[in-house]
């Protein structure tokens, strides 16, 4: 029944309301069925992201109606996001606030806070026809989000992204909550273009963390299961923080 569903949204032009109607109904049955869990899991991951890639609209209606799910659903919500492209959806500015309200004013531990670092993280943060997917102003505005989020959850850390280094860095990182947490800071601001001057480096970055994240997710799909965004190692993160710290040098 969701893939007849998924069919009839994605015969109907872009701008029809049907398809955002349908799109989250599917994602409700995803995140609250209890019947056949894996094979529901499976068929809602893949409509969904049929009809997200033929309306990316239809993510900006799903996270703002997530505040109706309950507390029993938010660990499903969890899996379905991080099951999707969000390549090609643009955020708008009621979007990001909300996204932003998730990252600052939730526990890095809760499933809400998570959430908002899969979907910040797997945005279009590269470029399009050699321009930013997303603008500029909002990479420089979500770079503050950042630096302001790690400042309110780590207050022992202050300023540690901004004068950090990498072998501080790599001196830090575990498995702890707030270690996956900082790991996530570093890796989506390396991901940001905040200079003019680090477009071109930036777009090489991008295309290649972008490649690595769809790598992961078919590796994930074909394995049946998914991983932590969230998280990372040592040593992966110590060569971007090294590069970042770089461009940072340069740029100053």
């Given amino acids: 029944m ?11 032009e872009i701008d029809d309301n049907f398809i955002k109607v349908i799109g989250l109904d ?14 529901t899991d499976h068929a809602c991951k893949n409509c969904l992201s049929s009809i997200i890639d033929h309306c990316p609209e239809v993510v900006s209606v799903i996270i703002n109606n997530i505040d109706k799910l309950t507390l029993k659903d938010l660990p499903n919500n969890l ?16 979007d990001f606030n909300l996204l932003t309200s998730w990252l ?21 943060w590269g470029s399009y026809k050699s321009q930013l997917f997303i603008p500029c102003e909002v990479h420089r505005k979500m770079a503050v989000v950042i630096v302001a989020a790690h400042s309110y959850h780590l207050p022992d850390r202050p300023g540690y992204l901004i004068h950090g280094s990498a072998p501080e860095f790599s001196k830090h ?7 996956s947490f ?6 989506v601001l390396l991901m940001l273009c905040l200079h003019k ?7 090489f970055l991008a295309l290649r963390l972008a490649k690595q994240h769809k790598k ?12 932590d965004d969230s998280g990372a190692t040592s040593s992966s993160y110590t060569s971007k923080v090294s590069a970042f710290t770089l461009r940072r040098a340069d740029v100053g």
């Fill in 2 to 12: 969701v893939n007849v569903f998924c069919k009839m949204a994605l015969s109907r």
């Fill in 26 to 39: 599917i994602y409700h049955i995803g995140v609250t069925s209890t019947v056949d869990k894996q094979s």
């Fill in 79 to 94: 899996r379905i996001f991080r099951g999707l492209s969000l390549q090609n959806w643009l955020p708008s500015d009621k």
């Fill in 104 to 124: 600052q004013g939730t526990s890095i531990t809760s499933l809400t806070n998570q959430l908002a670092r899969v979907i910040i993280k797997g945005l279009n």
């Fill in 173 to 179: 990182v575990s498995n702890s909550d707030k270690n």
């Fill in 182 to 187: 900082v790991c996530w800071c570093w890796e």
């Fill in 197 to 203: 001057s680090d477009l071109h480096d930036h777009n």
């Fill in 216 to 227: 992961q997710l078919r590796r994930q799909k074909s394995e049946g299961s998914v991983q």
